[in-house]
T-cell receptor, first 107, second 116 residues
Framework: RKEVEQDPGPFNVPEGATVAFNCTYS??????FFWYRQDCRKEPKLLMS???SGNEDGRFTAQLNRASQYISLLIRDSKLSDSATYLC????????FGAGTRLAVHP | NAGVTQTPKFQVLKTGQSMTLQCAQD?????MSWYRQDPGMGLRLIHY???????DQGEVPNGYNVSRSTTEDFPLRLLSAAPSQTSVYFC???????????????FGEGSWLTVV
């Protein structure tokens, strides 16, 4: 079993849709969690950190459920520019990435 | 502030050749790591380091060596290149190796390696 697993995608949604991604992790000792965005042929870039209490940044909301060992990302009012691959990242003494979920937003 | 600098950006190797991918960061980060990214596989950890003189293996270390003689540099060496090592390689750094530090991860721009 992989340490970090994500919804495989791709998610194809129209502009304005709400879309949610999930990510599960196997190491209960994991302590920090992030969502990264990666555009085609580019390096990953931080979208947001994920805190135990949940956090929101504009149209993006991240949640952490330690009991069930998963994190989620909700994107409201999707834009064409949101099309990318979304990677969840979990840390214990090293950084472990999920395989990524591809999002394609169409007009 | 240059951040994380990776070189070369593109490289073609013949099977059996050796080469070194360079990675340098100017942020005095403790933690540095190398990943490879293949289609549908996400980023897989090759090797990582939590400080100068300390390295450890990640998920896919075979065929690669690393060293961390200084805080700034973390080169990745391919000992005898194989077609299976054709991939995109990313170097990443983070201020602290501590799991609960919450520090942002900084990436280099990637190195596209083709082994023929």
């Amino acid at each position: 079993r992989k340490e970090v697993e994500q919804d495989p995608g791709p998610f194809n949604v129209p502009e304005g849709a709400t879309v949610a991604f999930n990510c599960t992790y196997s190491n209960s000792a994991s302590q920090s969690f992030f969502w990264y965005r990666q555009d085609c042929r580019k390096e990953p870039k931080l979208l947001m950190s994920v805190y135990s209490s949940g956090n929101e940044d504009g149209r993006f909301t991240a949640q952490l459920n330690r009991a069930s060992q998963y994190i989620s990302l909700l994107i409201r009012d999707s834009k064409l520019s949101d099309s990318a691959t979304y990677l969840c990242v979990v840390t214990n003494n090293k950084l472990i990435f999920g395989a990524g979920t591809r999002l394609a937003v169409h007009p | 502030n240059a951040g994380v600098t990776q070189t070369p950006k593109f490289q073609v190797l013949k099977t059996g050749q050796s080469m070194t991918l360079q990675c340098a960061q100017d942020m005095n980060h403790e933690y540095m790591s190398w990943y490879r990214q293949d289609p549908g596989m996400g980023l897989r950890l090759i090797h990582y380091s939590v400080g100068a003189g300390i390295t450890d293996q990640g998920e896919v270390p075979n065929g690669y060596n690393v060293s961390r003689s200084t805080t700034e540099d973390f080169p990745l060496r391919l000992l005898s290149a194989a077609p299976s090592q054709t991939s995109v390689y990313f170097c990443a750094s983070r201020n602290s190796w501590r799991a609960n530090s919450g520090n942002t991860i900084y990436f280099g721009e990637g190195s596209w390696l083709t082994v023929v």
